[in-house]
């Protein structure tokens, strides 16, 4: 089965900038998406359409895309940015046949 | 206020069947698709399955398919997935998520979640 490869682990301090990647084969022919997810809380949508920000999420989010890597970057880390990130794509089986990553804990230092 | 509310979880034994309800509000639910995504206890998000707008298209993951069912209802601006067969793999959390208008939009909105435990 597809599977989306994140680290387990970021670890940044206050301001610095923090990059989260996401490998998949099918990534240069899906579109990615980011989501943060606080504890105990729903996931938010971050960033779609690899590099696209919706409305009311800060601009230090941004994400680009490489080959088979896409790439959320967060540019002057603040302590609220501290959670949880999944990034998601499509498998080779069809638009809507999601795939999420496992996951990337966001430690600000 | 554009929102989703899930409903139906609890404890369930292996083999049992649960109903999960996802009432929609705030927005033109007919015109949206959505998704089931679940997260078992300290693991990541899973995607579950999908249902377009006309109930016309629907995907399952592999790890539901032949025992879970999604529907919708747009009368009643609501989502369900029908689970039987359950399994103490299938514990976690349940979230119904709204697709944004355009496919590339991603899961826009999500709902609180509702809390699925299969053990005997």
């Known amino acids: 089965s597809y599977e989306l490869t994140q680290p387990p682990s970021v670890s940044v301090s206050p301001g610095q900038t923090a990059r989260i990647t996401c490998s998949g084969d099918?990534?240069?022919?899906?579109?990615a998406y980011w989501y943060q997810q606080k504890p105990g809380q729903a996931p938010v949508l971050v960033i779609y359409?690899?590099?696209e920000r919706p409305s009311g999420i800060p601009e230090r989010f941004s994400g680009s895309s490489s080959g088979t890597t896409v790439t959320l970057t967060i540019s002057g880390v603040q302590a609220e940015d501290e959670a949880d990130y999944y990034c998601?794509?499509?498998?080779?089986?069809?638009?809507?046949?999601?795939?999420f990553g496992g996951g990337t804990k966001l430690t600000v230092l | 206020e554009v929102q989703l509310v899930e409903s139906g979880g609890g404890l369930v034994q292996p083999g049992g069947s649960l109903r999960l309800s996802c009432a929609a509000s705030?927005?033109?639910?007919?015109?949206?698709?959505m998704n089931w995504v679940r997260q078992a206890p300290g693991k990541g998000l899973e995607w579950v399955s999908y249902?377009?707008?006309?109930?016309?298209?629907?995907y399952y993951a592999d790890s539901v398919k032949g025992r879970f069912t999604i529907s919708r209802d747009n009368a009643k601006n609501s989502l369900y997935l029908q689970m039987n067969s359950l399994r103490a793999e299938d514990t976690a959390v349940y979230y119904c998520?709204?697709?944004?208008?355009?496919?590339?939009?991603?899961?826009?909105?999500w709902g609180q979640g509702t809390t699925v435990t299969v053990s005997s």
């Open positions: 998520a709204r697709q944004g208008s355009v496919y590339y939009y991603g899961m826009d909105v």
């Open positions: 705030g927005f033109t639910f007919s015109s949206y698709s």
């Open positions: 249902i377009s707008s006309s109930s016309s298209t629907i």
């Open positions: 099918a990534l240069p022919k899906q579109y």
């Open positions: 359409k690899d590099s």
């Open positions: 998601q794509s499509a498998d080779s089986s069809g638009t809507y046949h999601w795939v």
